[in-house]
Nanobody, 128 residues
Framework: QKQLVQSGGGLVQPGGSLRLSCAASGFALDHYEIAWWRRAPWKEREGVSCMGSSAEVTHFADSVKGRFTISRDNAKNTVYLEMNNLKSEDTAEYFC?????????????????????WGQGTQVTVSS
């Protein structure tokens, strides 16, 4: 069964850090474009970060640039989202997603309907 299983998240104070994990089963993540999306209450879903099939290809939303990093462990078939200097506006439910790469040399945080697999979601709450 092909699926993405997320872990991590929770409650953290402003300025703190969290790491989200997204483990794939049934397919190899290094053949897919992976992205992290989030959805805050009463807001539209927002693309946060993506990585192409090549780990050198990454992209970040302006709202998280410089604070979040994305990485992949091929041996564990897992993608990570490291979130630093968290702000209250980062509070949301976070989802990882995988799709066949649209472009060769870039990944884009668009066309959310084209993802083949989605994780179950994990809540991140930034509050003092």
């Amino acid at each position: 069964q092909k699926q993405l299983v997320q872990s991590g998240g929770g409650l953290v104070q402003p300025g703190g850090s969290l790491r989200l994990s997204c483990a794939a089963s049934g397919f190899a993540l290094d053949h897919y474009e992976i992205a992290w999306w989030r959805r805050a209450p009463w807001k539209e879903r927002e693309g946060v970060s993506c990585m192409g099939s090549s780990a050198e290809v990454t992209h970040f939303a302006d709202s998280v640039k410089g604070r979040f990093t994305i990485s992949r462990d091929n041996a564990k078939n897992t993608v990570y989202l490291e979130m630093n200097n968290l702000k209250s506006e980062d509070t949301a439910e976070y989802f990882c997603a995988a799709r066949t790469p649209i472009y060769d040399s870039v990944c884009v945080l668009q066309y959310s309907y084209t993802y083949d697999y989605w994780g179950q979601g994990t809540q991140v709450t930034v509050s003092s």
